[in-house]
C-alpha cells in the first residue's frame, strides 16, 4: 500500500489562501529548524526537510501551485522526482539558503569576507575611586599598553629597504572564492585570505624591531574623566585608544570599568543616598538640632518634638547626580535612630526616675 503523502500547505504550515511571502516565510523557518547541516545524522529532520522543501518547490510556483491545487498530489506523480521538479540553483533559492547559511554558520558562508578597512578591537581596563569621585566626578590616570606604529618600518612590518609583497595566495584581493558540492548543488563561498589576514600583502623579509607586525607595544598614560553619577561597574568609553585597525581603519576604544569603594556611612540606590544618624533620647522628645553628615558636608537638621526611632527623613537635592544631566540630583534619606545609653551615672538614673514618674503621675 502506497504512503499517504501530506498535504503540502500543512507541510509549511500555512493557510490554503496564503500569499506568497507567508508561504516563503514559513518556508524559511522550516529549512533553518531541519536542515541537514544543522542536524548531522538526523534521518527524521533530514525527511522533514526534504518535505518542507518538495511543498516549497510546488506552492511557490504559480501553475504548479494551480495545478496541486486542482488535482492534487496526482498532479506530479509521473515526473517530479520527489522535488516537483525545483531548480535548487534558482535565484530564490539562493538568496533562501544564503540566509540560512548565514544563520547557521554565522554569515561565514555566502556573505562577503570584509577585505577593506576594518577599525580595531577594544581594549579593556580599571579603575577604583571612593563613593565621593563617583558622586562628584573625577579626573584619573590610566597606564595601558597601546600599539604605536614601528618607528623602524613605519608600521609596514617590513625590513627597512623592502616593501610588503602582494599575497599570492589571493593575488591581492585579500579573500579567497572557493565552490563546494553540497545538498543543493555547487555553492560559492568567500572568506578571508589566511595568508595574509585580509590585507593583499605579506611581508618576506621582516622588520627586526617589530617582527613584522608594523606595531611595537609601549606603556602609556592615558587621562579618563568620570562623569558626576557614575556607578559601580559602569564603563567610560575613551574614543580610539584601542587596538590599531586594519587596511587603514580606525583604532578601537578604550572602555574603562569604574569600580566604586564602599562608603562606611552612605548606601546608594540609583540616585538616591541612605544612611541612618543618631540622636539622644532628650533630642528625640524635646527636638532641636541634629548634625546629619552628607556627600556635600555636615548640615544642621531640626528635629520635631516626640520623634521615633526609625523615622525617615528626606533631604532635597543631596543626593547622586544624575549621570546624563548632573544639574539633577536625587535625595538623601535619613534615617533618625534613637540612641539608649547603656551606662549611666547615679545622678542620671536619678534623674530619669524623676521623669518617668513626672510621665506616669495621675492628674
Known sequence: MAEQQRDLYEVLGVDRNADEAAIKKAYRKLAKKYHPDANPGDKEAEQKFKEATNAYGILSDSEKRRQYDQFGHAAFENGGGGFGGFDFNSADMGDIFGDIFGDLFGGGARRRARSGPMKGANLRGRINITFEEAVFGCEKELEVMLKEECHVCNGSG?????????????????????????????????????????????????????????????????????????????????????????????????????????????????????????????????????????????????????????????????????????RHRGSHYVTLVVQVPTKLNREAKEALKAFDKACNKKK
Open 158 to 326: 617590513a625590513k627597512p629597504g623592502t616593501s610588503p609583497e602582494t599575497c599570492p595566495k589571493c593575488n591581492g584581493e585579500g579573500q579567497i572564492v572557493y565552490t563546494q558540492q553540497s545538498l543543493f548543488g555547487m555553492t560559492r563561498n568567500v572568506s578571508v585570505c589566511p595568508e595574509c589576514g585580509g590585507t593583499g600583502k605579506v611581508v618576506k623579509e621582516k622588520c627586526t624591531e617589530c617582527r613584522g607586525t608594523g606595531y611595537q607595544s609601549k606603556r602609556t598614560k592615558i587621562k579618563v574623566s568620570i562623569p558626576a553619577g557614575i556607578d559601580n561597574g559602569q564603563s567610560v568609553r575613551i574614543r580610539e585608544k584601542g587596538e590599531p585597525g586594519t587596511n587603514g581603519g580606525p583604532r578601537g576604544d578604550l572602555l574603562v570599568e569604574v569600580v566604586v569603594a564602599r562608603h562606611p556611612i552612605f548606601q546608594r540606590r540609583g540616585d538616591d543616598i541612605y544612611s541612618t544618624a543618631p540622636i539622644t533620647f532628650a533630642q528625640a522628645a524635646l527636638g532641636g538640632e541634629v548634625r546629619i553628615s552628607t556627600v556635600d558636608g555636615d548640615i544642621m537638621y531640626e528635629v520635631k518634638p516626640g520623634t521615633q526611632t526609625d523615622t525617615r527623613i528626606r533631604l532635597k537635592d543631596k543626593g547622586v547626580p544624575s549621570i546624563r544631566n548632573s
